[in-house]
């Protein structure tokens, strides 16, 4: 049997004196919905961000990469349906449906996964920049997730998501130290994906944020935005590339990097599956699932046999 409280108030003290929430507990249904939403986004997005991967399998350059993309791409659609699974034990919806409304345009993923890899410099900008903003946010959320079985998994993906990030980093030397037109073409995807990448943290959070008030986040939006551009602003500018923020700047009293003030349009776009690229990447995911229909339903049939 699962534990009960008696109050959402002493609910409220369990959590904040570092309690965990297992799927068995009777906790509120409000702490239910938000814990849901937040994991099926997160599986939403590793699996739309696997599927980016796995476009550039026969094109990036040389077998090395290649591998390196597989390899990657394996492990995002395996965080995806690790994720699935997680969410789904909350039983809100089933892992079926939560597919089901990504395919049919009514689920929601992280806005950078809206945009297209144009070049293989594309790929080498979302390794380096996407993935270390991606492993600042999970990692904030492992430190002080209250909801155990999202805590636990997350330990398995952080540490593979930190691989990601090094892949990003030893892709970033080759061009930083490469050619001209090397530089150029990462430049070019700096200037796509600078201004994404800061989005990816999210709104200014809320005086009154559920996630904050719920442990399921540990630290503000701003905080962990501000902590990434602390590190990749210094990184970049001293691989001799240039932000396109023409206000970015370093503080002259404090040392630390200011950002120029952020248009949150593109994504506010996103939120609602109308970003650059949106359209073009659900059907794509949903083409892909409705032709492997019949896969799912010999399996199906072959367990309804055997049982």
Known sequence: MGRSWGSVAEFEGFLDAGGIVEPVDAMPDEYRQHVFRFIELHANSE??????ERDWIPKAPGLRRKLAVLAKT????????LLYMVAADLGVK???????????NRGRFHNVFHYQAVTWADQVAIAYLVDAAALISQQAV????SYGPYKRILRRIVAEEGFHMRHGEEMLLVFAEGTAVQREMFQ???DRWWWPTLHM???PSKPDDALLRWHIKSERNE????????KYATLLTGYGFVPPDPDLRRDPE???WVTGEIDWAPLKATFANLGPDSARRVADAARHWNETRWVREALESVARRAA
């Not at 492992?142 to 997730?145: A, I, L, P, S, T």
């Open 223 to 230: 905080d962990l935005r501000d902590k990434w551009v602390q």
């Open 142 to 145: 492992f430190k002080n997730c």
């Open 94 to 104: 089933t892992r079926v449906e939560m597919l089901e409304d990504l395919f049919a």
């Open 201 to 203: 943290f999210g709104p």
């Open 74 to 81: 394996q492990d995002e659609i395996g965080h995806a349906h």
């Open 254 to 256: 404090s040392g630390r």
């Open 188 to 190: 070019a995807a700096l």
């Open 47 to 52: 699996l739309m961000g696997g599927l980016t």
